[in-house]
């Protein structure tokens, strides 16, 4: 049984660049929003704040959120970024829901854009990022070097192999093979060869069980309150949101003896992230649980992210997420359709704008508007987890198209 | 600094003023690390107030330098030309004996790295700093 919910999305809009489409992240972000505001059916002065999460990596200039609204010459009462490195986009819609619950806004933009392959070297600039600038860049670890330490004691600690990883690569890519934006669209699908043929990048994660940049994207959502999104021609209700966050830096999670988060399990470990915690607020606030969910959009930056965030979600055990994508749950006929346009692994990694592509998907596959791939049944109910940092924090939505 | 210079040199570390001693005790190949003086738990990375009790009672004292591997990488490749250089590389955690994680580099040959084996620190210089770096102890060198 849940609650009544509080609020809504009633305009969703989407913007796309690739090499040949160059576009920056403001153009991304004009479009995303011209678009969203016309399908609310409302104009920008009537937008009363705006959230982005953190500076596009294609454009740093912080108070981006801002700079936003005054390219925009779209004066508001509130403009903020919410960072927890890059979950913070998907607490956008929380914070949006609690402004609305209050009284404090009537129309709330939730935006996010970034172009990152085509602007910057990621590579060169990923670790000093990401990474603790005093104690962990001097040894240039990579982003995908620090994620391999989760995926090693992971390994290490349920007896998980590269093939099991190769099982998530695989079935994520059989809905990116099809999404005309994935970045791996190419590749069409592919088998566990495939990806155990391909090189590490950082052991024991190989270049099919990484994300890749791609292109650019932007998306722009409009958030009201329940009651005016019953004139909406397709409401998307906001069930239940939470949000966690453990540390910014690997070093300083691994030093820390225990949690007050009891979800995150004995303190050291690299197995857990606080997705744990944010799923048991929003689970709490929208009366669901797991099997209340028929699809979902996740972050799996690296294919052991898969595994674990099933398992912080409650879909497993620890160490038996894999059981999830292994059974074929995951996929377009599956009880839980994940990932439905590639996700991370696939569809690619924009640059911040990540999360907000998890967002416009489950919004897109709510209302049957898939611009790839649709699930066998169209879902009702979608949990959308945005992750941030290096295993570092946890952001859930849980969206429905009924109330 | 031109961003060639950066892409080309060893990365320095962001020096902040709590870990001011350990980088100073390294200039002389010493291995430090902060213990607190009421619940005698180590305290890593530097900090002016001990994160497991709260008490501003944190003293330096040296390493042994050894530890076990807790988890770890090897990156094949480098984020930059100087990493590019020394590819493959292995990076992770080394669980010292007194209790604390360190982020670090290990040498040696990746096929012999693994979790839970014992290694013991060395210096090298990067640039302008002096940094440990841990190789596996080989079973000569064990008691
Ligand atoms: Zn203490």
Redesign the pocket.
């Given at each position: 049984m849940s609650t009544a919910p509080g609020a809504a999305i009633v305009g969703m809009g989407d913007a796309y660049a690739s090499l040949d489409n160059r576009k920056d992240p403001l153009q991304l972000a004009v479009e995303a929003t011209t678009a969203a505001l016309a399908d609310a059916g409302i104009r920008k002065d009537q937008v009363d704040a705006v959230f982005t999460g953190r500076s596009p990596w294609a454009d740093k200039r912080s108070q981006w959120s801002n700079i936003f609204i005054s390219h925009m010459q779209m004066p508001v009462t509130l403009t903020s970024e919410l960072t927890m490195h890059g979950a913070g986009l998907t607490a956008t819609i929380a914070v949006a829901s609690q402004m609305i619950a209050v009284g404090a806004a009537e129309y709330v933009l939730c935006l996010q854009s970034d172009a990152t392959q085509l602007f910057v070297d990621a590579v060169a600039m990923g670790a000093e990022a990401d990474a603790d600038p005093q104690f962990e860049v001097p040894y240039g670890p990579t982003i995908p070097a620090l994620y391999a330490q989760a995926a090693r004691r992971y390994f290490h600690e349920f007896g998980l192999t590269e093939e099991d990883l190769a099982d998530v690569a695989v079935a994520n890519q059989r809905w990116g093979a099809h999404h005309p934006y994935a970045a791996k669209r190419k590749h069409g699908e592919i088998d566990r060869a495939k990806v155990l043929a391909s090189p590490y990048v950082a052991t024991p994660l190989r270049r099919w069980m990484c994300s890749t940049w791609g292109g650019g994207t932007g998306g722009a959502l409009i958030v009201t309150s329940a009651e005016k999104a019953r004139e909406a021609q397709n409401p998307v209700y906001v069930l239940g949101c939470g949000s966690a966050t453990t540390h910014e830096y690997l070093g300083d999670r691994m030093n820390m003896r225990h949690c007050r988060y009891p979800g995150l399990g004995e303190f050291p470990n690299l197995t857990h992230t606080a997705t744990a915690e944010a799923a048991r607020q929003a689970y709490a606030m929208s009366g669901l649980g797991p099997s209340d969910i028929d699809m979902m959009q996740i972050s799996v930056n690296f294919a052991h992210m898969g595994p674990i965030v099933m398992e912080d979600l409650g879909f497993a055990k620890k160490g038996h997420g894999i059981d999830v994508y292994r059974e074929g749950r995951t996929g377009i006929d599956g009880d839980l359709p994940t990932d439905t346009n590639g996700g991370w692994l696939s569809f690619g990694q924009p640059g911040i704008s990540c999360n907000m592509d998890s967002l416009v998907e489950a919004v897109r596959q709510l209302r049957g508007q898939a611009l790839g791939l649709a699930p066998a049944r169209r879902p009702r109910t979608a949990l959308v987890q945005g992750a941030g940092g290096m295993l570092a924090a946890g952001s859930v939505a849980l969206l429905s198209s009924s109330t | 600094m031109t961003d060639a210079k950066v892409l080309n040199d060893w990365p320095q570390p962001y020096r902040l003023m709590d870990a001011q001693p350990y980088w100073e005790a390294l200039a002389d190949e010493q291995l430090t690390f902060q213990r607190?003086a009421?619940?005698e738990?180590a305290?890593w990375p530097a900090h002016s107030v001990?994160t497991?009790?709260?008490?501003a009672g944190l003293s330096w004292e040296q390493s042994s330098g050894r530890g076990t591997i807790y988890s770890y990488s090897t990156i094949l490749r480098g984020p930059t030309p100087v990493w590019s250089a020394i590819a493959p590389y292995t990076v992770g955690f080394v669980q010292m004996d007194e209790g604390y994680f360190l982020f670090t580099q290990i040498e040696g040959e990746p096929d012999g790295i693994e979790i839970g084996k014992e290694v013991s620190a060395r210096f090298v210089q990067r640039g302008e700093q002096k940094l440990p770096v841990f190789a596996l102890v080989t079973s000569g060198e064990e008691g």
């Amino acid at each position: 049984m849940s609650t009544a919910p509080g609020a809504a999305i009633v305009g969703m809009g989407d913007a796309y660049a690739s090499l040949d489409n160059r576009k920056d992240p403001l153009q991304l972000a004009v479009e995303a929003t011209t678009a969203a505001l016309a399908d609310a059916g409302i104009r920008k002065d009537q937008v009363d704040a705006v959230f982005t999460g953190r500076s596009p990596w294609a454009d740093k200039r912080s108070q981006w959120s801002n700079i936003f609204i005054s390219h925009m010459q779209m004066p508001v009462t509130l403009t903020s970024e919410l960072t927890m490195h890059g979950a913070g986009l998907t607490a956008t819609i929380a914070v949006a829901s609690q402004m609305i619950a209050v009284g404090a806004a009537e129309y709330v933009l939730c935006l996010q854009s970034d172009a990152t392959q085509l602007f910057v070297d990621a590579v060169a600039m990923g670790a000093e990022a990401d990474a603790d600038p005093q104690f962990e860049v001097p040894y240039g670890p990579t982003i995908p070097a620090l994620y391999a330490q989760a995926a090693r004691r992971y390994f290490h600690e349920f007896g998980l192999t590269e093939e099991d990883l190769a099982d998530v690569a695989v079935a994520n890519q059989r809905w990116g093979a099809h999404h005309p934006y994935a970045a791996k669209r190419k590749h069409g699908e592919i088998d566990r060869a495939k990806v155990l043929a391909s090189p590490y990048v950082a052991t024991p994660l190989r270049r099919w069980m990484c994300s890749t940049w791609g292109g650019g994207t932007g998306g722009a959502l409009i958030v009201t309150s329940a009651e005016k999104a019953r004139e909406a021609q397709n409401p998307v209700y906001v069930l239940g949101c939470g949000s966690a966050t453990t540390h910014e830096y690997l070093g300083d999670r691994m030093n820390m003896r225990h949690c007050r988060y009891p979800g995150l399990g004995e303190f050291p470990n690299l197995t857990h992230t606080a997705t744990a915690e944010a799923a048991r607020q929003a689970y709490a606030m929208s009366g669901l649980g797991p099997s209340d969910i028929d699809m979902m959009q996740i972050s799996v930056n690296f294919a052991h992210m898969g595994p674990i965030v099933m398992e912080d979600l409650g879909f497993a055990k620890k160490g038996h997420g894999i059981d999830v994508y292994r059974e074929g749950r995951t996929g377009i006929d599956g009880d839980l359709p994940t990932d439905t346009n590639g996700g991370w692994l696939s569809f690619g990694q924009p640059g911040i704008s990540c999360n907000m592509d998890s967002l416009v998907e489950a919004v897109r596959q709510l209302r049957g508007q898939a611009l790839g791939l649709a699930p066998a049944r169209r879902p009702r109910t979608a949990l959308v987890q945005g992750a941030g940092g290096m295993l570092a924090a946890g952001s859930v939505a849980l969206l429905s198209s009924s109330t | 600094m031109t961003d060639a210079k950066v892409l080309n040199d060893w990365p320095q570390p962001y020096r902040l003023m709590d870990a001011q001693p350990y980088w100073e005790a390294l200039a002389d190949e010493q291995l430090t690390f902060q213990r607190c003086a009421d619940c005698e738990q180590a305290v890593w990375p530097a900090h002016s107030v001990c994160t497991h009790c709260g008490s501003a009672g944190l003293s330096w004292e040296q390493s042994s330098g050894r530890g076990t591997i807790y988890s770890y990488s090897t990156i094949l490749r480098g984020p930059t030309p100087v990493w590019s250089a020394i590819a493959p590389y292995t990076v992770g955690f080394v669980q010292m004996d007194e209790g604390y994680f360190l982020f670090t580099q290990i040498e040696g040959e990746p096929d012999g790295i693994e979790i839970g084996k014992e290694v013991s620190a060395r210096f090298v210089q990067r640039g302008e700093q002096k940094l440990p770096v841990f190789a596996l102890v080989t079973s000569g060198e064990e008691g």
